[in-house]
């Protein structure tokens, strides 16, 4: 795939779409979105015809965020991951989100905060990585036995922010990701749970449950222009031109529709920037 690096400035904040991978989802749209009518469907093709392949099946990206202000570097989730990572049952792993970076110009090192909008697998499949360790002898010298796997930060120095109703739900999400995630987080002192709205370097963390128990999205707002990174408060166009409707994967689809129409809701005078991980455009406008 194409690593272009699509950018949107607020102000003197950048938000950067970094691609980690596309392909189909693992079950038919129709059954993903059951209430929605034929005219709907028409009606959403016509505004995100690349959603669609030649059989018919929904076909996703997948991607993460960057937000560079005055302040900092925030990543808002982590993708789909390598070839191990959470998502290999079902999304079109390897991602090339590493690659995405590089081609932003951003070392992960330099990121200080990373925001997981909820705990599905395929939006924070880089937050921790394996990789090999060789043991040392007393004295640290490496042994002669052999390497061992580790779990780390793939965002060395980031603080990695996840709702605490997320992170009570995990059992009934993914308890797997306890071991994998947020345990090696932990571990490395760089896991922070939030309770609601919280500030950040650049821009607001808003609690938008629904999806998943403890969802959030990311707001920037600069004047009359509003970005909102929406993580899956929208998967597909649908939930654009008609937020009333369920989405299947939703664990509360009454709060996540009360969510999305707040979201969605706001002054004629002000321009809301949609960035979405899984439409084809990376921005939009509202």
């Known amino acids: 795939m194409s690593l272009t690096v699509p950018r949107l400035r607020i102000g003197s904040t950048e938000i950067i779409a970094l691609a980690d991978g596309e392909g189909p989802f693992f079950s038919s749209r129709g059954e993903a979105f059951p209430e929605a009518t034929g005219a709907q469907w028409a009606e959403a093709d016509r505004f995100d015809p690349g959603a669609v392949d030649a059989e018919g099946r929904w076909r996703l990206q997948f991607r993460a965020y960057a937000i560079r202000g005055d302040r900092g570097l925030t990543v808002v989730d982590a993708g789909i991951g390598p070839a191990d990572g959470p998502a290999a049952s079902w999304a079109p792993v390897p991602g090339v989100l590493p690659e995405s970076l590089a081609a932003a110009g951003i070392d992960p090192a330099e990121v200080d905060t990373v925001v997981l909008t909820h705990l599905h697998t395929d939006h924070v499949g880089w937050a921790v990585v394996t990789e090999a360790a060789v043991p040392s002898e007393a004295g640290g010298a490496p ?11 793939y965002f060395p120095n980031a603080e990695y922010l996840l709702q605490r109703a997320e992170f009570d739900a995990l059992d009934a999400l993914n308890p797997q990701l306890r071991e994998t995630l947020t345990d090696p987080l932990a571990a490395a002192g760089r896991l922070r749970l939030l309770d609601g709205d919280t500030p950040l370097r650049t821009g607001r963390v ?73 439409l084809t455009e990376p921005f939009i406008t509202a």
């Open 206 to 278: 808003l609690a938008t449950p629904g999806h998943t128990p403890g969802h959030q999205s990311v707001l920037v707002a600069e004047g009359r222009e509003l970005a909102l990174v929406t993580g899956d408060l929208l998967v597909h166009a649908l939930q654009l031109l008609h937020p009333e409707l369920a989405y299947a994967h939703e664990v509360d689809p009454a709060a996540a529709r009360r969510s999305r129409e707040r979201m969605l809701n706001h002054e004629t005078a002000t321009t809301l920037h949609l960035a979405t991980p899984h």
């Open 143 to 153: 042994s002669s036995g052999s390497a061992v796997s580790v779990r780390r930060p």
